[in-house]
């Protein structure tokens, strides 16, 4: 059975016959072929490694809604043949804006807020960062962590998903899927900046050191540099490059740094500068922010973990490219899941497939790349550990509007699938090479049974001689659709192209995230 989604296509290709009635829509096969380079970004932990990217690029002739008459493109050595020039670029004003997206905006803004505050502080016009620097720098980093926190963010889309979509303008949806989508600048201005506050707190302790004590001074150091080399860790070029050092160092370095802080807390609440003395009491313990601030970053800290489980799973290796994994337990749409062979290192994150929260199951699409990905399927595993408390992907916000479209390549269809099985108004396009045999029959049957031709293009590069163009693709399925949102999930090269090309076209559209 090939995975195909072509309803009534009254004129097979070759036969000659004029069966188009009139008025009816008809897409014409591409007449040149063109050849993008391809830049190897390809990221298997967010679902987006694709086998396509070497194959000419066509117009959208085939796979549409009920009702379209469609001319199959021509034959893969007739179409290279013909390779021509790519598209013209796009302007530098939509470069510009889709560089500073609203990660670099919150960002941006987080910092330069801070680092007002810290002149200030400098120059003694802040009188609160006199007596609560601590608290500064506390209140930064709960900041950070609860841009990264599962439940923190579930709660951000519950809220954001039955408060507006039965009455909010489209626009508005659009702006808070945006804001939700990019907390991530957010969660890196709060953390450098509670690094710079915490710099700044310990020059302000060295500076006063006479009357300070030996171990809150010691003890500050020891904070400073566990939390900046955590941070460190964290810089995009050490992230995308050493991913395992990455989240070795920002994790126990990070659990570290909290251990450190609790001790600079109580050390330095306790100790009188005035009477140079211990207090042994703890009533100015538990009034000082410090405390509390402390008190919830380790307490969202802990929440997720709190929910680790070494669960049962099925590997399905339908070819040496892809493992599908099966977990027990039904789940919403557009959750994320991170799994890892041991309780504590290396979690990596995947998109989650399953036909409803009552279901009985869910899946997961592990494309082969990395060492991780790669042991699964050389030795696929029983059990696996992971939380079961999932974190909610920008998918998770497709609940807000009324009609949209999901487009994906390779195995983003782990992420992009449940959206469109759990939700008669999502439109999926899929575009992979030789999808059934590479995905096996599992994910095909899950497709088949829950969408319905008209509400899906899967396109198939290996049979159709190359890769749509899906600007164009997407253009034409917006009018007949009559969509109002796209998500994209796909390589950086293929995010890159569709966020240009719907960002020109006036199209919304939200794309696949990569590490700053």
């Known amino acids: 059975m090939t995975m195909r989604s072509m309803p009534n296509q009254a ?5 000659g016959e004029s069966t188009i009635k009139r008025g009816t829509p008809m897409i014409l096969a591409p007449s040149r072929v063109c050849f993008l380079p391809y830049r190897n970004f390809d990221d298997v932990e967010k679902g987006l490694k694709d086998h396509t990217h070497n ?15 469609v001319l199959l493109p021509p034959d893969p050595e007739s179409s290279e043949k013909r390779a021509t020039k790519p598209s013209p670029g796009v302007s530098r004003w939509i470069l510009f804006q889709l ?37 500064l720098v506390l209140g930064n980093l709960l900041l950070a962590v609860l841009m990264r926190n599962e439940l923190f963010l579930r709660f951000l889309y519950t809220i954001a998903i039955y408060g507006l979509r039965s009455w909010a303008p489209t626009s508005i949806k659009l702006i808070v899927t945006a804001a939700l989508q990019h907390v991530g600048g957010i969660h890196s201005g709060c953390a450098l900046s509670g690094a710079l506050w915490l710099v700044f707190k310990i020059v302000d302790i060295i500076r006063n050191h006479a009357v300070q004590n030996t171990a809150v001074i010691v003890m500050g150091v020891i904070t400073n540099v566990l939390v900046i080399s955590s941070i460190v860790s964290a810089l995009p070029w050490i992230r995308n490059s050493h991913h395992n050092v990455f989240e070795t160092n920002h994790r126990i370095i990070g659990w570290l740094g909290i251990a450190t802080t609790w001790n600079f807390v109580i050390l330095g609440n306790s100790y009188d500068i005035v009477e140079q003395r211990w207090r042994a009491d703890g009533h100015s313990l538990m009034g ?46 557009g959750l994320l899941g991170r799994i890892g062979r ?80 759990q939700s008669e108004n999502w439109f999926l396009i899929w575009i992979g090479s030789d999808q059934e045999k590479t995905f096996g029959p599992t994910i095909s049957g899950i497709i088949h049974r829950n969408i319905p031709l008209e509400r899906m293009i899967l396109w198939d590069s290996k049979e159709r001689g190359g890769r749509p163009d899906t600007v164009k693709l997407l253009k034409e399925t917006w009018d007949s659709f009559g969509a109002e949102v796209i998500f994209i999930t796909s390589n950086m ?11 020109a076209a006036g199209l919304p559209a939200f794309g696949t995230l990569w590490d700053f």
């Open 11 to 15: 004129d097979p290709v070759g036969t």
């Open 288 to 333: 000082a922010q410090e405390f509390w601030f402390a008190m919830f970053i380790t307490a969202f800290v802990l929440i997720p973990w709190l929910t680790l489980r070494e669960v049962p799973v099925e590997v399905e290796i339908p070819s040496p490219k892809v493992a599908i994994l099966k977990f027990k337990r039904g789940m919403q749409q």
């Open 493 to 503: 090269q293929g995010n890159d192209e569709m966020m240009r090309g719907c960002r």
């Open 342 to 421: 041991h309780s504590v290192m290396e979690y990596h994150a995947f998109g989650i497939i399953s036909e409803g929260k009552n279901s009985g199951c869910h899946y997961m699409i592990c494309g082969v790349q990395g060492d991780f990905t790669k042991s699964i399927v050389e030795d696929p595993p029983r059990a696996v550990w992971t939380r079961e408390l999932k974190f909610a992907g920008v998918g998770h916000a497709s609940a807000m509007f009324k009609r949209g479209i999901r487009i994906c390549t390779g195995t983003g269809i782990g992420a992009a699938l449940s959206t469109c099985i």
């Open 55 to 69: 194959l000419p690029i066509f117009p959208p002739s085939a796979f549409w809604p009920r009702g379209a008459k």
């Open 99 to 135: 560089w500073f997206n609203p990660y670099r905006k919150f960002f941006t803004f987080v910092m330069l807020l801070n680092m007002t505050g810290i002149i200030m502080a400098a120059l003694g016009r802040f009188r609160y960062a006199d007596h609560h620097l601590g608290a």
